[in-house]
């Protein structure tokens, strides 16, 4: 099985050479991304595809249920590299309707270590749960519970200090709220788009449930 993902991925590198022989150096000279993208670690969410970007388009950082919590070192080295050396100008919190991750949260059941990694996730549906109690099928309560979870996700972002710091020194980045579908391979923008700390503060103001 992996000797068949080696042989995939001589496919794939002569492909890309047979299209376009400059495309490794250009690569190997540097990493220019315009975006982040802050995803679920789901196998069925593969960031670059969804967007059709080849490598070197897109800095990624994936964790189980899309989480950008303030107190998670790996999360926030990302986020620092991408805003002061990458210099991105947009920022992605995407998550993805049927996520394994939300759905285990709100189970009410004991799942081990996982379970204080998801905890933000509960608080999230404790702090909206007259919302949530509008979707009586299951289903459609943990889809509203993902596009929750993203508006919270885009929130903590914009708290951070380093994308505080960005929008003090007039560098240009935006924050967006996505919710990806697996059914269709279609991305839902939620409508969300914050650029500085004036637009911040008013999407933490204006009614947006986060």
């Known amino acids: 099985m992996v000797d068949n993902l080696i042989e995939n991925n001589r496919r794939w ?13 250009r690569l190997e000279a540097q990493q220019s991304p315009q975006y982040l993208w802050i995803g679920c670690s789901d196998s069925r969410v593969p960031a670059n595809e969804i967007v059709n970007l080849d490598p070197g388009e897109l800095f990624v950082h994936r964790n189980v249920a899309n989480l950008a919590p303030p107190q998670d070192a790996n999360y926030l080295s990302v986020l620092q590299y991408a805003v002061e050396v990458l210099k991105v100008r947009h920022i992605m919190c995407v998550g ?11 189970d009410g059941r ?45 929130r903590n972002v914009g708290a951070d200090v380093f994308v505080q710091d960005a929008w003090a020194a007039g560098q240009e980045l935006t924050l967006h709220g996505w919710v990806y579908s697996i059914a269709n391979g279609l991305v839902t923008d939620l409508g969300v788009s914050v650029s500085g700390q004036a637009d911040y503060e008013a ?8």
């Open 110 to 154: 004991r799942h081990g270590l996982i379970d204080h990694w998801l905890h933000p996730i509960r608080e999230v549906a404790r702090e909206h749960k007259e919302d949530l109690a509008r979707y009586t099928e299951g289903r459609s309560r943990l889809d509203r519970l993902c596009e929750l979870n993203v508006l919270r996700q885009v």
């Open 96 to 106: 993805h309707y049927g996520c394994g991750g939300i759905a285990t949260a709100v």
């Open 13 to 25: 590198a002569a492909g890309k050479i047979k299209a376009d022989p400059g495309f490794f150096k």
């Open 203 to 210: 999407f933490v103001a204006d009614g947006k449930p986060v």
